[in-house]
């Protein structure tokens, strides 16, 4: 899953010598939070919607509250690493650039959107918290599990933080009750079981 399939192609962006009053009215006209500065067609900063909560006058041009030089991706980049830049940086959105171009721009709610896709969520799959009580190879043993029950593993996630032998996992399948007979066999104890469309 690529930064190109989710970002936004249309782009407003401002020139870095107009106005913050300008930044402000095209932040609120199109509902955005960010705005890519550009210079001669390349882009030189960006400005949001915080960087104009105290900017004062509003006639100052654009690169006075910019941040010069912004985290970028690429369009060939993962979600998941625009997803891990979003957190480290605490930003909301990534210009997407490529050999200088701007060709889009990806923010936390196409992310979000990509994930949602990504993990199952959105379909009718079943969720399962399992306890491994004992032997190798846990994640290879679940996933037989689920191959053997004609079903498919959209994720498998296991918090190496913790030492307590837990998977947790989103699964599509037609016959949960032979899935987790199944699982059961390979050694693991069902804690849990949220069929599709319920929250726990």
């Known amino acids: 899953m ?17 106005s913050l009053g300008d930044a402000h009215r095209l932040l609120v006209r199109h509902r955005i939070r960010q705005l890519p500065v550009m ?3 390349r882009l030189v900063g960006i400005i949001t919607h915080r ?23 690429g369009p060939d980049a993962a979600v998941d690493e625009a ?30 959107d990509g994930l949602i896709i990504l993990t ?8 399962l918290h399992l306890k491994d009580s004992g032997g190798r190879g846990m994640e290879a043993r679940a996933r037989r599990a689920i191959e053997r029950a004609r079903g498919e593993m959209r994720w498998l996630y296991r918090d190496a933080r913790l030492r307590r032998r837990e998977l947790h996992m989103r699964v599509e399948v037609r016959g949960i009750e032979r899935a987790v007979a199944l699982l ?17």
């Open 120 to 127: 199952g969520v959105s379909e009718a799959t079943y969720r």
């Open 39 to 41: 210079r001669d067609g």
């Open 83 to 112: 997803a891990r830049r979003l957190r480290t940086y605490k930003i909301g959105g990534l210009p997407v650039v490529e050999h200088a171009r701007l060709l889009g721009i990806i923010t936390v709610a196409d992310v979000l």
């Open 51 to 73: 960087d104009l909560r105290d900017a004062r006058p509003l006639t100052r041009p654009v690169v006075s509250k910019m941040t010069a030089k912004p985290v970028t991706i």
């Open 2 to 18: 690529l930064v190109r399939d989710w970002m936004r192609r249309h782009v407003i962006t401002i020139e870095s010598s107009q």
């Open 184 to 200: 059961k066999a390979e050694g693991f104890e069902l804690v849990r079981v949220v069929p599709p469309g319920r929250v726990p």
